[in-house]
């Protein structure tokens, strides 16, 4: 089946430490969404890419970057961790050309910065 | 004020009855909307999505919008034990979704 997935699905680290979080998709999607999630916040949108050669930071982009290696991958690094970068992070793909704008979800992260 | 206002809840709702869920948002130019559901510690899933004025339904879902008013709510009827989740409401305003912060719903059997 075309899926998203995401590695790992677990990490915990130390404030300072380097994290790289990677997505990866068989949906043949062209558009590409890392979010994170705060209990009561929702999602929030921290950097797209429409395509292999377009990145876009998103509202809350400040601690983090991203590699768009592939159409079918897209990577969000932490360079510096901190302990309020805890949080889910979900990836999310969708397709250009179409009126309905619906993303699909990975199974999502759960990064702890002690 | 934020884009996008759901009352967290939890909204608590006997089986069998009607789930009444509501959503605000503060920018008028929005074109349209989406109910997700979220399931504890899972990925977020499409249910409902919505365009114009008017009532949408498919299915135990109906969707409605009122843009004069700015607000977009969410009925689930005959509730089920599996309808217990968070859903989110997000909107749409180009490529851009907003993702209001959920309402957590819990069926009682």
């Known amino acids: 089946d075309a899926d998203v997935t995401q590695t790992p699905r677990n990490r915990i680290t130390k404030t300072g430490k380097r994290i790289m979080l990677e997505c990866s998709q068989t949906?043949?999607?062209?558009?590409m969404y890392w979010y994170r999630q705060d209990p009561g916040l929702g999602l929030r949108l921290i950097y797209y890419s429409f395509d292999v050669k377009d990145i876009n930071k998103g509202e809350i982009s400040d601690g983090y970057s991203v590699s768009r290696q592939a159409q079918a991958k897209f990577s969000l690094s932490l360079e510096s961790a901190i302990p309020n970068q805890t949080a889910l992070y979900f990836c999310a793909t969708s397709v250009s050309g179409t009126t309905t704008n619906e993303q699909f979800f990975g199974p999502g992260t759960r990064l702890t910065v002690l | 004020q934020k884009e996008v206002e759901q009352n967290s809840g939890p909204l608590s709702v006997p089986e069998g009855a009607i789930a009444s869920l509501n959503c605000t948002y503060s920018?008028?130019?929005?074109?349209?909307f989406f109910w997700y559901r979220q399931y504890s510690g899972k990925s977020p899933e499409l249910i409902m999505s919505?365009?114009?004025?008017g009532d949408k339904e498919d299915g135990r879902f109906t969707a409605q919008l009122n843009k004069a008013s700015q607000y977009v709510s969410l009925l689930i009827r005959d509730s089920q034990p599996s309808d217990s989740a968070t859903y989110l409401c997000v909107r749409a305003a180009g490529n851009k979704l907003t993702f209001g912060g959920g309402t957590r719903v819990l069926v009682k059997p």
């Open positions: 919505i365009y114009s004025n």
């Open positions: 920018d008028r130019v929005s074109q349209s």
């Open positions: 949906k043949g999607h062209d558009r």
